[in-house]
């Protein structure tokens, strides 16, 4: 039965994926976003559940219908919202895969009626960091396995490994956003690095990514918890 514990490469195991952009609300009409549509996060949670895996989905505000076999899906719009979904279902996660494209800001104050334009003078918002989910989630659930995501303009290698190393992840999946890759795209390419290892993925559809990525996840859980 699709989305119970199956045979495959993750079969027994529970992976939790975040998905998709955050909004952070400046009134009740408009918000700072990203434009991260959600395609990767979604090909990687349907490639973890025909692995075998028991998956939740937390998925940002995206227009996409749930992958097939996925056991769960929380929808939610803010980055509060997204930690609260992924850090309450934490506890009992195995894997953690955090695909989504986390706003780094919010608005310090949501005003609670629209902003009219005042005459010319310029607007300036002033904005709060958000918490890390990735952070907060390794300090709640130490033994669970982490992947991240990092999406750079430049400089891949060098701000992916930095991220490996500084958020404490057992793996990360790196691409490089724009020239018709990334957000938005069909297609994608990532690089993968884990402690002392790494593995190029070349250009492919999302789909087959996630699949070649979810295999790689499993040999490393397998080789780290054995
Ligand atoms: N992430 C997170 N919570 C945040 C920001 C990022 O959980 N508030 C996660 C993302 O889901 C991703 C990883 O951290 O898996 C890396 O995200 P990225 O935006 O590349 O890293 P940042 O630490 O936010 O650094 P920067 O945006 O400055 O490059
Ligand atoms: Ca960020």
Known sequence: LAGSFGDGALAGLRVLVSAGPT?????????IGNRSSGRMGFAVAEA?????????LVAGPVSLPSPAGIARRLDVRSAAQMR????????????YIGAAAVGDYRPAQVASRKLKKRDGAPLVLDLAENPDILKDLAAASPHAFLVGFAAET?????YAQDKLARKGLDMIAA??????????????????????????????SKRALAARLIARVAERYRMARS
């Open 84 to 95: 609260e979904a992924v850090l309450g279902a934490a506890a009992s996660a195995d894997i």
């Open 175 to 204: 691409n490089r956003v724009g020239e018709g890759l990334g957000f938005e795209a069909d297609d994608n390419a990532l690089s993968l690095y884990w402690p002392g290892g790494g593995e190029e993925l070349p250009r492919a």
């Open 48 to 56: 973890a559940a025909s692995a075998g895996a028991q998956v939740t």
């Open 154 to 158: 430049h400089d891949v290698a060098a």
């Open 23 to 31: 909004y952070e609300d400046i009134d009740p009409v408009r918000f």
